[in-house]
């Protein structure tokens, strides 16, 4: 069986860190993208970080570039997400994803994905 489940999220201060993962079991990563996504009430799922797990590529969307960090232990099949620099708007529902031939760009900017996990929720407050 097939499965992605997240872990890390919690409730952390404006200016605070968390490191989000996403173990993944049931399948190898071989010709996958691995992603994160957000979701908020009432908005659509965001993809803001993807990797290629063949080749190490990764695509970040604008607003987590230089704060946020994506990376790969193929040895533990885990997926790591390094939020610094936490904001109120980073207040979400995360979601990793694994997408199948599909580029860090494309999975991120088109939701693309073959299996999703449950999520897991990060809220910024003071």
């Known amino acids: 069986q097939r499965q992605l489940v997240e872990s890390g999220g919690g409730l952390v201060q404006p200016g605070g860190s968390l490191r989000l993962s996403c173990e993944f079991s049931?399948?190898?990563?071989?010709?996958?993208?691995i992603g994160w996504f957000r979701q908020t009430p009432g908005q659509g799922r965001e993809g803001i970080t993807c990797i290629s797990n063949n080749d190490g590529s990764t695509f970040y969307v604008d607003s987590v570039r230089g704060r946020f960090t994506i990376s790969k232990d193929s040895i533990k099949n885990t997926v790591y997400l390094q939020m610094d620099n936490l904001k109120p708007e980073d207040t979400a529902v995360y979601h990793c994803a694994a997408a199948w031939l599909t580029t860090p760009a494309d999975m991120c900017i088109m939701t693309k994905s073959n299996y999703w996990g449950q999520g897991t929720q990060v809220t910024v407050s003071s």
């Open positions: 049931g399948f190898t990563l071989d010709y996958y993208s």
